[in-house]
């Protein structure tokens, strides 16, 4: 159906929060730790309930490394917001000192700029798309961010990686213009991707760079059968993990980039009422005994207004 959600490395956890709250107006809707590495937390940002094709994580650490966007990874992160609202949008980032670009891909104008790790990001305007119904940093309503609009792949064999977009996820070819490939999905969210035609040389991963896309399974029946497509096509899917939020399984397409399929249960809502998503740092059951000593090593971090 598209984009599940979509995850970056990134630098300062205040700053992160700033930006995609403040800024960009998302609801934070899971403070937790990254699973595999449980001093760095796990920041996930989107509309009200988090639903999947809304969501963008992060992994914050002050003292990352920095990576170089590049081939083998998603370029750009685009944000759809509803018709009408760009003109807002490029005054707010402004009055943010953020600067912004504009360019037209397949007859749609976009507004490209950075976040404060150097993560390209793009809104364009859509009808389709349930509107959020919420936002943060006084972002008018009806001008909230919906969810992803979709995203650029940068892959450094790109033959390769649209050949699985389109044989192995079923994405439906749409055109071609200015050495760019367009790809629809079936969701009303998350369902436009471009790639480049022209093979891109390697990114390096680091703060300031997606580390992965994943794209929605409905159940996780339908994810053993996505499991098994990847297979067959030579690919290697990792088994299934349990995300807590999302049952998800990974594998490496090509081209280089990451790519995890995810369920859409259970969501969110799992282990906190939906009013106070993102509210408290929640850590899966095994990581319960060792909460104090967590939370010592995260830095402190408040969702707050930043009018300026
Ligand atoms: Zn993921």
Do not use: C
């Amino acid at each position: 159906m598209g984009i599940h959600h979509i995850t970056a490395f990134v630098s300062d956890v205040q700053e992160n929060v700033d930006f995609y709250t403040g800024v960009l107006g998302l609801r934070l809707v899971k403070k937790t730790i990254n699973y595999d590495v449980p001093d760095v937390y796990h920041l996930y940002f989107g509309n009200e309930k988090g639903s999947p094709g809304t969501v963008m994580t992060f992994f914050p650490q002050e003292d990352a490394q920095w990576g170089t966007i590049g081939g083998g990874q998603v370029g750009v992160t685009v944000f759809a917001v509803p018709p009408r609202s760009l003109l807002y949008w490029r005054d707010r980032l402004s009055k943010y000192g953020i600067q912004t670009m504009e360019n037209t891909r397949f007859g749609e104008e976009y507004i490209r700029f950075t976040d404060n790790s150097g993560l390209l990001i793009d809104l364009v305007e859509r009808i389709e798309g349930r509107p959020s119904g919420w936002t943060d940093g006084g972002v008018p309503i009806p001008y909230a961010i919906k969810g992803f609009g979709g995203a650029m792949l940068f892959s450094a064999s790109a033959n390769k990686t649209q050949s699985v977009l389109e044989d192995v996820l079923g994405l439906t070819p749409f055109g071609e213009e200015e050495g760019l490939r367009r790809f629809k999905a079936s969701g009303d969210v998350g369902n436009w991707i471009d790639i480049s035609t022209s093979n891109i040389p390697r990114g390096e991963m680091g703060a300031g760079t997606v580390h992965h896309i994943a794209w929605r399974a409905k159940d996780e029946q339908e994810q053993q059968q996505w499991r098994e497509v990847i297979e067959l096509y030579g690919m290697h899917p990792t088994n299934v993990i349990d995300r807590q939020y999302f049952k998800a399984v990974y594998f490496r397409e090509p081209g280089g980039i990451l790519f995890e399929i995810a369920t859409d249960a259970p969501g969110f809502d799992v282990d906190e009422p939906e009013a106070l998503l993102g509210t408290s740092l929640k850590l899966p059951e095994e990581f319960e005994p060792q909460r104090e000593q967590i939370e010592k090593q995260l830095k402190p971090f408040e969702v707050r207004s930043i009018e300026n």
